[in-house]
């Protein structure tokens, strides 16, 4: 089982990305809570973003609210995270996770599939 995450690279401050997570397995994603999370050098790892198995409740961490949107495709089995108005502090790897039910918490004890991760570089 595999969850990989693709879409980062290296912006300017204000910039705009989108990640995308896809599974290996159709099963893992269309029925758990799916997140991002993201690790940068030297610090933990930290929520970004949650949703839910259907799609109609999300969270988000306050340093990303009015920012990030999260969301999800069923059909395609895809998860997304629409980076806006990107500053330095959110340069990190970040990495999508699959939830052990149908929420998404901003636990990181809530998620038991992890993806590699992609790099997120953000230059003021």
């Known amino acids: 089982v595999q969850l990989q995450a693709s879409g980062g690279g290296s912006v300017q401050a204000g910039g705009s990305l989108r990640l995308s997570c896809a599974a290996s397995r159709r099963t893992i994603i269309s029925n758990n809570g799916m997140a991002w999370f993201r690790q940068a ?28 949107t999260i969301s999800r495709d069923r059909t395609t089995n895809m998860v997304y995270l629409l980076m806006n108005s990107l ?14 039910s149908t929420g998404g918490g901003s636990s990181r004890r809530d998620y038991n599939y992890w993806g590699q991760g992609t790099q997120v570089t953000v230059s003021s």
């Not at 198995?53 to 999300?58: E, F, K, L, P």
């Not at 500053?87 to 052990?100: F, G, M, S």
């Open 87 to 100: 500053r330095p502090e959110d340069t990190a790897v970040y990495l999508c996770a699959a939830a052990r």
């Open 41 to 68: 050098p030297g610090k933990e790892r930290e929520f970004v973003a949650g949703i839910n198995w259907i799609g109609s409740a999300t969270n988000y961490a306050d340093s990303v609210k009015g920012r990030f």
